[in-house]
T-cell receptor, first 111, second 114 residues
């Protein structure tokens, strides 16, 4: 069974800092990996999707990398802002019927 | 694109009662998913529809849970004889066909069983 782990569980940084969130998964035979953002009491918003054949994806200040062979992905956030405060989750799928989620990293960016 | 819509946003019910939640996916999305999320955890898969066909169902989904998607449009998730352990956020997501379409989530239904 696919297990997804996210470290750290929580992170607090001052505004302007660059930061990296980590995601690891146990079965490297994934179809794709997605990073999501979740604000308190809300659903998830898709940030980036990396196909299994890709190594990274970028959107604005966000960059996600994927190393399928080692079962790892990172989400890099540049020049963090208080509005980036949220929980960030990664999810993998081995087919598109089911996605496996990590428990998330709760990010607090202090002004 | 009006987004994925879920109704109600909150539901408080007494143990033993039945509840039903509704999800309206983005109109052109043929894939629909139900997930359950408890505090501090990531979403757990419950079930998946492609059009009106329910193609996968988690072992988490006991016989008290049933989901439908008539005509491949909106979907309902019913929980019969609710238990306190059913208290959670129930999230619906949809996506386009194709293996690399991102998931779009609704804002969920928060269920509290007293």
């Amino acid at each position: 069974k696919q297990e997804v782990t996210q470290i750290p569980a929580a992170l607090s940084v001052p505004e302007g800092e660059n930061l990296v969130l980590n995601c690891s998964f146990t079965d490297s035979a994934i179809y794709n990996l997605q990073w999501f953002r979740q604000d308190p009491g809300k659903g998830l918003t898709s940030l980036l999707l990396i196909q299994s054949s890709q190594r990274e994806q970028t959107s604005g200040r966000l960059n996600a990398s994927l190393d399928k062979s080692s079962g790892r992905s990172t989400l890099y956030i540049a020049a963090s802002q208080p509005g980036d405060s949220a929980t960030y989750l990664c999810a993998v799928t081995v087919n598109f019927n089911k996605f496996y989620f990590g428990s998330g990293t709760k990010l607090n960016v202090k002004p | 694109d009006t987004g994925v819509s879920q109704d109600p946003r909150h539901k408080i019910t007494k143990r033993g009662q039945n509840v039903t939640f509704r999800c309206d996916p983005i109109s052109e999305h043929n894939r629909l998913y139900w997930y359950r999320q408890t505090l501090g955890q990531g979403p757990e898969f419950l079930t998946y529809f492609q059009n009106e066909a329910q193609l996968e169902k988690s072992r988490l989904l006991s016989d008290r849970f049933s989901a439908e998607r008539p005509k491949g449009s909106f979907s309902t998730l019913e929980i019969q004889r609710t238990e306190q352990g059913d208290s959670a956020m129930y999230l619906c997501a949809s996506s386009l066909p194709g293996g690399n379409s991102p998931l779009h989530f609704g804002n969920g239904t928060r269920l509290t069983v007293t």
